[in-house]
């Protein structure tokens, strides 16, 4: 059963931590030094999908990447992202853990051939979807196939860009497309993309938000797989059922700052 308190208190951290000063020390601080939609979608794409570690590496990671792409992403995969040796030249020995040049060569290179068809990357995932879907499952089953149906596909990116149909949490890609959907005008989401509903995103689940869910008794389910994500964006509907997600601030800072649910002792 869901602690009595629980409404109030999920209110109480979404309203800290969804303010602008949550964004400098967070990898959404990336996205918005950019202007251009295109640039602000490759760079929060790309910073999603780096997503695991310390918030500080991943930041500074990804600050690297934009500057050896001279500050242009979209520029820079327009005129380069189907040649090897400039991406070499350029970028040089940039990696992030197991996210290395082979993985960097392929999103570059899908990225250009996708962008020389479509506007924005908000059509990867919105052709998958309609007005009837209850979740983003299908737009990230049908996502995943399309980045990965390239012919030159390299078997070891599948790690960087999960999927529902192999049971994943796709934690850093609901993460992403929070960042792209949600527009409560607080100053850390970007609410660019409308073609998918807030209330149809799911939660991305971390170690700290699994934690806190858990103490709350929103999330029951043993494994954290997909089917957890499902029945916690469900449970936190009872809250606010048009835009569930936003709850991601509070149940993210309450783990990150270690702070315990009353009734519930630390585990």
Not at 35 to 42: A, G, H, S, V
Not at 136 to 157: N, W
Not at 232 to 261: C, H, I, S, W
């Amino acid at each position: 059963m869901p602690h009595p308190d629980t409404h109030a208190l999920l209110d109480h951290y979404h309203d800290r931590f969804n303010r602008p000063a949550f964004v400098p020390d967070d990898p959404i601080g990336l996205v918005h030094a950019f202007d251009d939609p295109r640039d602000r979608e490759i760079v929060a794409f790309w910073v999603a999908m780096l997503a695991w570690g310390r918030r500080a590496t991943i930041i500074d990671k990804g600050q690297q990447l934009i500057e050896r792409m001279g500050g242009a992403p979209y520029d820079f995969v327009m005129q380069h992202g189907n040649c090897a040796e400039t991406i070499s030249r350029e970028l040089g020995d940039w990696k992030h853990r197991t996210f290395t040049f082979a993985d960097t060569t392929y999103f570059l290179q899908w990225l250009q051939w996708f962008y020389t068809r479509h506007d924005s990357l908000e059509q990867a995932f919105t052709q998958h979807l309609t007005a009837d879907d209850s979740s983003i499952e299908p737009a990230l089953r049908g996502f995943h196939e399309l980045f990965f149906s390239l012919p030159d596909a390299p078997q070891r990116t599948r790690k960087h860009v999960a999927t529902p149909a192999r049971k994943s949490r796709c934690k850093r890609l609901c993460m992403f497309l929070r960042w792209m959907v949600r527009d409560d005008g607080r100053g850390v989401d970007l609410g660019q993309w409308t073609g998918i509903r807030p209330d149809q995103l799911c939660i991305p689940v971390d170690v700290h938000v699994e934690r806190t869910a858990r103490a709350f008794g929103l999330l029951t389910r043993k494994q954290c797989d997909w089917q957890a994500v499902l029945e916690l964006t469900e449970n936190l509907k009872q809250y606010d059922a048009q835009d569930p997600t936003r709850y991601d601030f509070a149940l993210f800072g309450m783990g990150v700052e270690g702070v315990l649910v009353p009734g519930v002792e630390a585990g």
